[in-house]
């Protein structure tokens, strides 16, 4: 009898993890937020991409397709990094452009 409760359990198991979808290298929620940090923090229009490109890979990932979710995790990710560098490249060549141009009409003068 035991025996037989020993195979059931093991049989459960096996079927249980044969049919849960395979561990993926992203947290699917912290990109998401990471995506509406994006939104917020840096260039907003591709913040908005990479949060739809998120949640395309969040419901992949709940369908138990992790290959597509993966992909698209990738490519959100790579937005949400770009959409910081972008924004960091304005803050940064924002005012190097005002010093620039105030230096040129000073010379101008």
């Known amino acids: 009898m035991e025996d037989e409760e020993k195979a059931v359990e093991s049989l459960v198991c096996k079927t249980e993890a044969s049919h849960s979808p395979s561990p993926i290298r992203c947290c699917w929620l912290r990109l998401r937020y990471w995506a509406a940090t994006s939104i917020i923090c840096g260039c907003s229009c591709l ?22 979710a993966e992909h ?5 990710r ?6 910081f560098v ?3 490249m304005v ?19």
Do not use: D, T
């Open 47 to 68: 913040g908005v991409v990479a949060l739809v490109f998120a949640i395309k890979a969040e419901e992949r990932h709940k369908a138990g397709r992790s290959e597509e």
């Open 72 to 76: 698209w995790g990738v490519r959100a």
């Open 78 to 83: 790579r937005l949400i990094l770009a959409s």
């Open 86 to 88: 972008v924004w960091l």
């Open 91 to 109: 803050l940064i060549l924002g005012p190097l452009l005002l010093w620039l141009l105030s230096y040129a009409i000073a010379q101008a003068e």
